[in-house]
Each structure stands twice: as C-alpha cells, then as structure tokens.
C-alpha cells in the first residue's frame, strides 16, 4: 500500500479523530447523570425508582413554603352605613364600595397602594369624609362616626312651672307615660320654663309621645304625639332657620263652685244603692263612698266641709276628702263611744285602689258627748297642702278645734269630697256643704 504523505490529509484525519473521542466522553458522562435523575410522577409528586440495575446516589425532596401577609384597611362605623373607598392616586383604580355589617364593621382587603377618600353615609345620619394614604404591605383602620340628624321643637304650655317627658316609640307601640311609675326607662325629662314653654334639641326621626306634667294640681297631665320631622318644620319661607312651636293648652280643673246637698237629689251624688235620700243621707248596712256626680265637684284643693251628723249606734260615721273615685283618696272616720274602729276618736286613712292604710289619729274623748247627742253634731274639716283640720261645735254651739291631721306626702292634693262608711254603719248625714277655700 502506497503510503500517503500528504500533511494536510493526517492533519485532517487527526482533528476527526479528536472530535470522536470528545463525542464518546461526554455521552458517557450523560449516561451517568440520567441514572442519578428519577422521573417524577407529576399527580403524585413522588420519585420514580430508578432502572433495575442501575445505581446513583440517594434522591432528597425539600419543600418550601411561601407565607404572604395579607393587609387589610378596616373602617368601623355605624351598622348598615354605606362605605365607599375612592382612589386619588392612583387613578386607574376602582372604587370600593361596601355595607358595614351589624357590628358597623367594614374590611378591604388588599387595597392598591395609593391615596383615597373615604365617604361614610347613612339615611338620617351626616355624611362624613377622610381623606387617608394607604400603605403596601401594612394594615390600617379608621374609626368614622356618624352624627345623627336631628330637630328642635319648641313646646309652648299654659303653665309657670312643671316639666315635660319625652320618648320615642320603639317598634311601633305607643308609649304609656300618663301616670308615674308606668313609665319608660329610655324617656327623657324637661323643666318647663316661667314663660311656660320648652325646647327639645335632640328628636331624631320617628314617632314621639311627649306627656305635660303640671306642678300645680288643678291640671291634669297632657299626652300628645308627634311624628318627626314632619311635626318639627317651621315655615323658613317667612323666617329662615325658624324653629316651629307647638301650642299645648291645659284646662284648669280645680272646682271653685260651692257644692251644697241641703236639697238632697238622687241625681247629685253617685253613691250605694242601699243607701237613701230623705232629707239627707241615711246610711245604713252596707260599705261604700258617696261622691257628687257633676265633674265640677270633683277637684278641691283648699276646701271647708261643714256637715250635720248623728250616730244612731254610737259607732262611726265617715267621709271621702279629695278622692279621685270611690277607690282612690282619704278616709275620714268620726267615732262615737261604741265604735268598732275605737271609740271617741278621728282617724285618717289612706285608699289606695280600695286599700285602706293608716295615717293618724286625734283624740275626741273631749267631745264625747257631742258627738254621741241623739241630736247630731255639727262639724267642720278644712283641708290645705298640710293635711286636715277637724273642728266639731260644743254643746254651747261655740266651734272647737279638735286638731289637725296631716299627711306629709301629700299623697291626693286634689279630689272630691264626700261621705264614706265601712263595717256596718248605721248613721245620717243630714247637712252637707263643701266650700272653697273656706265657707262664709
């Protein structure tokens, strides 16, 4: 064979043969770095054993994981007000727009980084505005309280003095306030000025009772409602920023007309059946209270009574002073010698729906036998804010004062006068007047 001696062909030849070499070296490295590669199962996330046959080195699987903080803006409010996040910067973002829940409680999670208003409103309530500079990453909370709206009414009454309380309805029920002790607890308590009139500051929307509450006796407590604010707006057409005034007027009650039962009538006095007119009233047999049927009669203050009275028992002969009904006032017992209740005494009793409850006692031991004359008695009784005072004439026709019997609280400053009996009483009342304040 002819040998070659061509340089450029071995040069050649050699470079070919290099590159070959290099070829098998790398493919044996491959080999060996597949066998130390599992496959992995990608449902399942486990490694896949390796070829049978095959060795490499243990395989290790790290998991991490990644904790995001979640930052959030919350607003506390009032439930149910409407809270709208409108961005400043930047503008591409959208507002925000959420309710308050029942806890006035409002969270935005992730707001974008930027500055934004804050506009918080509920119907009867300001609206209110903030601005505020949200942060990346970091938490915030605002606290946004709403002011109520509210309106002023001006209650004009006939009164000097007394007060008003107020409150407003509460699901729909009307609110008793007539009479203390039958109140609510949420009312609200106003003193009525010397001019007569009141202003109430703070009526939010709804329905209110308001009851006048006179100082003086002879007027009765008024209740009036009103709706808010309809009942509230003044004419501001003719005055602007006018605050309306609502005219109260109360009635006086008190009697001041002389009430005389020398004609003796059926129809003047509401009284027992059992019990007669003849010429007087003759009380016999059975418990009870006589008052003058006309309403006139019914509301003394200050009063004389000057009435005739006989025992025909010796037991106890009675009397209603400033009695709201037949089961609300005092009791006024005169007993003669043989009375049941104690003999030769004035006591004073209390009626409270039909309860009777004891106040005091004067002795009458000095006018026994006045009282137990088979002629009658005469006697008087004033009454005043102090109480009672009894007189009873002598047997020289001269009146005495037998001493007064008081009530410290006042408990019936005004009411009728009349004739009472309890047990079985057996007596007649045969002149009967009733004067104010005091008889000529």
């Known amino acids: ?32 770095q597949i066998e130390t590669i599992p496959t992995v199962d990608p449902n399942k996330r486990r490694p896949t054993p390796a070829a049978p046959g095959r060795r ?55 707001p974008t980084a930027g500055t934004y208003k804050i506009e918080v409103s509920k119907a009867d309530y300001e609206t209110k505005k903030e601005d505020i500079k949200v942060l990346a990453q970091k938490s915030d909370a605002r606290r ?44 609200c308590v106003l003193a009525i000025r010397p001019n007569g009139e009141v202003m109430i500051n703070d009526l939010r929307r709804g329905q209110y009772d308001i009851n006048v509450l006179p100082d003086s006796p002879e007027f ?17 057409a003719d005055n602007p920023g006018a605050i309306k005034t609502l005219p109260v007027q109360l009635d006086n009650r008190k009697s001041t007309d002389i009430f005389s039962a020398n004609a003796w009538s059926d129809a003047d006095w509401v009284k027992p059946a059992s019990w007669k007119i003849e010429k007087g009233m003759k009380v016999r047999n059975t418990e009870g ?36 009904n037949e089961r609300n006032g005092y009791l006024l017992l005169i007993s003669g010698p043989k009375s049941a209740d104690g003999p030769n005494a004035a006591r004073l009793y209390v009626l409270k729906d039909g309860e009777k409850k004891y106040l005091n006692t004067l002795s009458l031991s000095a006018f026994s036998s006045v009282v137990s004359s088979d002629k009658g008695f005469q006697m008087r ?3 005043d804010k102090l109480g009672f005072i009894l007189l009873i004439e002598d047997s020289d026709g001269n009146l005495q004062k037998a001493g007064r019997l008081p009530d410290d609280l006042n408990t019936y400053p005004i009411g009728a006068v009349g004739i ?21």
Do not use: W
Not at 152 to 180: C, D, F
Not at 224 to 230: A, D, K
């Open 56 to 110: 490499g080195p243990a395989t290790r699987i790290i998991e991490r994981t990644r904790t995001e903080k979640v930052f959030t803006l919350t607003v506390t409010t009032e439930p149910k007000a409407m809270v709208v996040l409108t961005p400043v910067t930047p503008k591409t973002a959208r507002p925000l727009k959420k309710e308050a829940n029942d806890d006035g409680t409002v969270v935005f999670e992730r």
């Open 220 to 236: 009765d407590v008024k209740g009036i409602s009103i709706t808010v604010p309809q009942d509230t707006l003044a004419n501001e």
């Open 381 to 383: 009784v004033q009454g």
């Open 1 to 32: 064979m002819q040998r070659s001696g061509n340089p450029d062909m071995k040069k050649y030849l050699g470079s070919i043969s290099s590159i070959l070499v290099l070829l098998a070296t790398l493919n044996v490295a491959l080999a060996a």
């Open 420 to 440: 009472a009996a309890i047990d079985k009483p057996d007596f007649d009342v045969r002149q009967f007047q009733v004067c104010t304040p005091r008889c000529q």
């Open 289 to 324: 209270i006589a008052l003058p049927a006309n309403d006139r009669y019914r509301h003394y203050i200050d009063f004389e009574l000057i009435a005739n009275v006989r025992l025909n028992n010796d037991g106890a002969a009675g009397f209603a002073l400033r009695a709201r």
């Open 144 to 187: 946004m309280d709403l002011k109520p709206i509210t309106y002023k009414l001006n209650i004009k009454t006939t009164l000097t003095g007394g007060s008003i309380r107020y409150a407003r309805r509460e699901g729909g029920s009307t609110v008793a306030m007539g009479s203390p002790g039958a109140v609510p607890s949420n009312y």
